[in-house]
């Protein structure tokens, strides 16, 4: 134990690990500045008497702490932030006048959230579930908020429906669960009434619903948007992150288990990634395309429920962004960090997207409530990092006040920086989109399809992209208790396509196949199929970023662990050695290995591949494991690459798998380090049965 935290035990102080300040700014004080000598100890009327109500310590330090908690965001409270830059390539300038796509190289500080949709503050990162993805990018002319999540397209195609979307997927309001997940009957229910959702449900139910890391998502600005040039020309614009790591996913049986050892495994992977120096970098990319082509698309490009294949529209990197510095404290800056989607700058604007409108309203509403005050702008993580200046003033918390006597416009008073006033020419101006209509409550007919690109996103996965997809679906819907909503649903899928929808009702036992839901237009089956949609057809064939798990005895060999951890470094890959204790073990050469987990707190499921390096004695110790039988078991299951030294035999004798291994498990010799990686960035070995 330190010096400096021996126990005193110093009479009348309670025993604490008690030491004084060396320096006066060590001395702690107050809120109010007053220094503090005793912060253990409330102030009694006797050495065992009654509580003074003099006690200004304790009632200040109960007081904070009473009001330390904040409401939690209605949906996407769950999440994890980091702060970096975005650089522009430079190459969009003369479509949009946006600040930061000017000049190449240019930089503009970036802070990131990522989320969970329907989970609580405290629920784990890895449900089944949407991922937010919210950039604020600091440019010189304001704060540009993308609030974007990493699915392309959204559940409802109006804003007015929210409310009833988050009410049916959060926990039920009588019983108070479940948490953090849509199956059960409310969710089912909503959706199965919703047919404008389907599309989005395919998207769920597939893996991009559970991704390996946040590193390794992409991400998309969903609404069509608008690009200005300095000339006032318009051109519709989508918005996409392309991660530079490629995409990945869990597998569902692994996203259970990983909920359970590491709840945190999503944020511990961005913060480990980021603290290590390996920053996560995404590309900025964006779909242009003007009235022309809007006009002749076969679906409205002003509803959120549909996309543009990328085959069609192509994708143009205009950027990147990297998330190069974890935050300092997680409640200033990731908890009150205030994203609104109306948050725009000049050269991008918004379009009549029903869903972006009620956006636009809805999260400046939701920051008073969540930071209590108008002001919320006041706080560092919100401001904007260019000069701003306006008349606004006083409110809870006011921490910007302006100086002089000008509050008002307009006034007569001499123009300087306390004394603002609008222009006309570098102000942001609305594009000026002709607008005529009866006022009604009416959705329009351009928005009637329902079905047909959630065929194309179901057509264009490989084979085992859809199994994940039937095996989603029928995880989900064998929670729903209510008969008539599992059929219901199975009456939608019948219109994407019917070997889906009889996967499902067979999985489901359901006795008798119901009609098909009636559509308000027939699905188009002829739509292409879009690569672009799948994540296995896009593998990105690397290891970089990825992590390994080394389950190492005593008397393991040296020279394999040293040939496999030099090629992990060159590959830019991290990994961690779990063993039976955590203080590590020893090689064959006698040099003490530091532990990273022990064998029960380390499952496989933490790792993108395995290598299970031990002594033939250290194997034999491990079978008596029940956790390190499910390493090697679990690694196997979840088609893992499994690297592994002749003398770990009988471990795999122990699980029964000796029989089975196929080429995705690999002898690991001095030798072959780099060929064990050179498989392993395959990153499964899918054709394992
Ligand atoms: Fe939303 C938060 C993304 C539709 C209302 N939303 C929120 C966050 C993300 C999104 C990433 C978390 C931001 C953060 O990290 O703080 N939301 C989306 C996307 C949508 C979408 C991509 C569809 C394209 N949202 C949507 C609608 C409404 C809202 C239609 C309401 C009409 N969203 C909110 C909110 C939240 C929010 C209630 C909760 C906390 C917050 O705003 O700051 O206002």
């Not at 949009?96 to 990522?114: E, M, N």
């Not at 200033?332 to 604007?349: R, S």
Request: contains cysteine.
């Amino acid at each position: 134990m330190a010096e400096s935290f021996k126990y005193k035990g110093n009479k009348g102080s309670g025993g604490e690990l008690h030491q004084k300040p060396e320096a006066q700014d060590q001395v702690m004080t107050t809120a109010q500045g007053c220094p503090v000598s005793d912060d253990q100890n409330s102030l009694k009327a006797g050495e065992r008497g009654p509580g003074l109500i003099e006690d200004h310590v304790l009632r200040e330090k109960l007081f904070h702490f009473d009001h330390e908690r904040i409401p939690e965001r209605v949906v996407h409270a769950r999440g994890y932030g980091a702060h970096g830059y975005f650089e522009s390539y430079g190459n969009v300038s003369d479509i949009t006048s946006a600040d930061l796509f000017q000049k190449k190289g240019q930089k503009t500080p970036v802070f990131t959230r990522f989320s969970t949709v329907a989970g609580n503050k405290g629920s784990p990162d890895l449900p089944r579930d949407v991922r937010g993805f919210a950039v604020k990018f600091y440019t010189n002319e304001g704060n540009w908020d993308l609030v974007g999540n990493n699915i392309p397209v959204f559940f409802i195609q109006d804003a007015i429906k929210f409310p009833d979307l988050i009410h049916s997927a959060k926990q039920e309001p009588d019983r108070g669960f479940p948490q953090a997940q849509t199956a059960h009957d409310n969710f089912w229910d909503f959706i199965s009434l919703t047919p404008e959702s389907m599309h989005m449900v395919m998207w769920a139910m597939s893996d991009r619903a559970i991704p390996r890391s946040l590193r390794f998502m992409e991400g998309f600005g969903v609404h069509t948007f608008k690009f200005v040039n300095d000339k006032g020309d318009e051109k519709f614009v989508k918005f996409h992150w392309k991660p530079k790591l490629g995409m990945q996913s869990v597998v569902w049986n692994e996203a259970l288990k990983i909920n359970g050892a590491d709840p945190d495994f999503h944020r511990r992977d961005l913060w480990d990634a980021i603290q290590a120096g390996d920053y996560p970098e995404w590309e900025l990319g964006v779909q242009v395309f003007d009235r022309e082509f809007a006009d002749k698309f076969e679906f409205d490009v002003l509803d959120a429920t549909k996309l543009i294949p990328e085959e069609e529209v192509p994708v143009k990197l205009i950027g990147k962004m990297v998330l190069d510095r974890v935050v300092d404290n997680f409640f200033a800056e990731t908890e009150q960090v205030a994203f609104c989607t109306q948050n725009i700058v000049p050269g991008i604007d918004f379009t009549e997207d029903p869903l972006l409108q009620g956006r636009n309203f809805s999260y400046l509403d939701t920051q008073l409530k969540r930071l209590g005050s108008p002001n919320f702008t006041h706080l560092p993580i919100n401001a904007p990092k260019c000069p701003f200046r306006h008349l606004q003033q006083d409110g809870h918390m006011a921490m910007h006040n302006p100086k002089g006597r000008v509050n008002y416009e307009p006034n007569s008073w001499p123009r300087d920086e306390h004394n603002p006033r609008a222009c006309p020419d570098t102000g942001f101006k609305s594009t000026a989109e002709p607008v005529s209509g009866s006022k009604l409550r009416y959705r329009s007919e351009t928005f009637a399809d329902h079905y047909s690109q959630a065929a194309q996103f179901y057509r264009s996965q490989t084979d085992i992209e859809q199994m994940h997809i039937q095996n989603a679906l029928t995880f989900e819907l064998s929670k729903v208790e209510t008969l008539a909503i599992r059929e219901r649903m199975v009456s939608h899928l019948l219109n994407i396509d019917k070997e889906l929808a009889q996967t499902v009702a067979d999985n489901l036992g359901l006795q008798e196949m119901p009609e098909a839901a009636e559509a308000a237009m027939k699905t188009n089956t002829k739509l292409k199929i879009s690569d672009a949609l799948s994540i296995l057809k896009n593998a990105p064939n690397t290891f970089k970023g990825r992590k390994l798990g080394i389950l190492a005895t005593d008397g393991m060999d040296e020279g394999i662990l040293n040939a496999l951890t030099d090629a992990l470094k060159n590959a830019g890959a991290m990994y961690e050695v779990v063993a039976p204790t955590v203080n590590g073990v020893k090689t064959d050469k006698g040099t003490h290995v530091k532990g990273d987990q022990l064998v029960n707190g380390g499952p496989s499921v933490l790792y993108d591949a395995v290598a299970i390096i031990t002594s033939a004695e250290g194997a034999k110790k491990l079978s008596d494991i029940p956790e390190a039988k499910d390493f090697v078991m679990d690694a196997f299951a979840h088609k893992k690459y499994i690297g592994y030294t002749s003398s770990a035999m009988p471990l795999f004798e122990e699980t029964n798998l000796k029989g089975k291994m196929d080429k995705g498990c690999i002898e690991i010799t001095a030798a072959n380090g780099k060929d064990f990686l050179n498989e392993a960035k395959n990153l499964r070995f899918w054709k394992r049965k």
